[in-house]
């Protein structure tokens, strides 16, 4: 287009074919003839080398006349143009169809499945005919942590998790008929674009090592490897324990020779076990209540099953199990009448309020051994104890949630008495046997 739009722009000023005239007019197209020669490198361009044979073809052509010459110059740049235009479309068609071929599902479209799953076991539901998987891993609150690729999903989420107890939390999965090293290299990098970036496990050092290496006890001397390995593989299926795993893994005996833990899945539990462990489940989801949560907690819904209630002089005392995203948590909490009686609710309606601020604090839900003053004993509390640690925020829970009034009406009854400064004095008034049978004792309890 270069030669043919310069030539065929000079052409139109060509002078008229008198003999005076004809020596600057041979002179001229002499000048301009030169001046369209291919510049240096043009060739080199894919865009310009597709018209390099348009331009030969105008510069070769012969000028016997203006009239000739603008004949046939401005049916060479008509056909460049043309020709362009063909290659321009050609390209644009193609770079079309390689955008709308896209490597695989779109990270979002699939559906996030918790690691452990309610039943307490990592199963991941795996389609007939796959052999490989690009896995995505979340955190807790649902950040992107790592995507990997698999031929064993249930393996390697079991290591994943093993090693990552405190990270390894959700995933998402694209599975594959055959192992596909450049498709599942494709969609890994559609999935960074996606997320505005690769996560932390795949860019930093650190952390990527963190994901893909054994679990190192730190141990100094040969002879201590082993059991600080054993030790620290205790931690870790005890983490695990406390996100409801039920799994019986076992630790690589291989590897806690040389001071490192990974965990080896467990013997898969049959179908019979898994059946019934999903029937107890869906038993103790029926008989849940469903608890709300403040706005701004993901999943906004959580479920609470009271296996006993035991009425005191003061409340009562519930022990109940909690299930929030995919983690089950068990507690024994105590909710005084001044909680519920002056706002005609019932306990259970105060445990529910309890429960959900419970969830809303991010308090650790599994709580044992020495605990420092700044833990809550979310195992094993009383409403007061949340009243007195979180202040004014559970006042703004409750009162939301019912369970008080206006600020103005706070103060009246508290003036009143309504809102006891006590708390609770733990003397028991019953045995409270597992059979749910209680037994009356001489001994009080109260707010």
């Not at 076991?121 to 992107?144: D, F, H």
């Not at 049959?270 to 989801?285: F, G, I, P, T, V």
């Not at 009448?337 to 706002?343: A, C, D, I, W």
């Not at 202040?391 to 939301?400: I, M, Q, S, T, V």
Request: proline share 6%; aromatic share 6%.
């Amino acid at each position: 287009m270069l030669g043919g739009t310069s030539i065929a722009a000079s052409s139109g000023r060509l002078p008229s074919t008198t003999t005076a005239a004809a020596k600057p007019t041979t002179m001229t197209t002499s000048k301009r003839a030169k001046a369209s020669a291919p510049r240096p490198g043009l060739a080199s361009s894919p865009r310009a080398s597709a018209l390099l044979p348009v331009q030969a073809a105008a510069r070769t052509s012969s000028i016997p006349s203006s009239s000739t010459t603008n004949g046939r110059i401005a049916g060479a740049q008509s056909s460049g143009v043309s020709r362009r235009r063909r290659s321009v479309s050609a390209a644009a068609a193609e770079a079309s169809a390689a955008t709308s071929a896209s490597p695989g599902p779109a990270l979002s479209s699939l559906e996030l499945l918790p690691v452990i799953d309610q039943q307490g076991y990592i199963a991941p539901p795996i389609p007939e005919g796959s052999s490989a998987a690009v896995l995505a891993i979340y955190s807790e609150n649902r950040t992107l942590q790592l995507v990997a690729f698999s031929a064993d999903p249930r393996r390697s989420l079991t290591t994943l998790v093993g090693r990552r107890p405190d990270r390894a939390y959700h995933y998402r999965a694209a599975f594959f008929p055959s192992v596909d090293q450049e498709a599942m290299v494709a969609l890994r990098e559609s999935w960074f674009k996606e997320n505005a970036g690769a996560p932390t496990g795949n860019k930093l050092a650190l952390e990527r090592d963190a994901w893909t290496q054994p679990v190192s006890a730190g141990a100094i001397s040969e002879r201590g490897r082993r059991a600080a390995a054993e030790g620290q593989a205790a931690e870790l299926l005890k983490l695990l324990r406390t996100r409801g795993c039920k799994e019986d893994l076992v630790p690589d005996e291989a590897l806690l020779d040389a001071g490192k833990v990974d965990f080896l899945p467990a013997i898969e539990s049959s179908e019979e076990d898994r059946a019934k462990a999903k029937q107890a489940s869906d038993a103790r989801a029926a008989a849940a209540r469903i608890v709300k949560l403040p706005k701004g907690v993901v999943p906004p819904l959580a479920e609470c099953t009271i296996s006993r209630a035991f009425p005191t002089n003061g409340g009562v005392m519930f022990d109940v199990t909690l299930a929030h995203d995919s983690s089950e948590t068990e507690h024994r909490v105590i909710v005084g009448k001044r909680f519920y009686e002056p706002f005609g609710k019932t306990a259970e309606d105060a445990l529910d309020a309890v429960l959900s601020f419970l969830i809303w604090t991010q308090a650790d839900r599994h709580t044992d051994g020495l605990l420092l003053s700044s833990q809550f004993n979310s195992n094993y509390f009383a409403a007061a104890e949340l009243e007195s640690m979180w202040g004014d925020a559970f006042e703004e829970h409750l009162e939301a949630a019912g369970l008080r009034e206006s600020s103005a009406g706070n103060e009246k009854q508290k003036r009143e008495g309504i809102y006891s400064t006590e708390v609770w004095r733990f003397a028991r008034t019953q045995d409270y046997k597992d059979d749910g049978v209680a037994v009356p004792t001489a001994d009080a309890l109260w707010v």
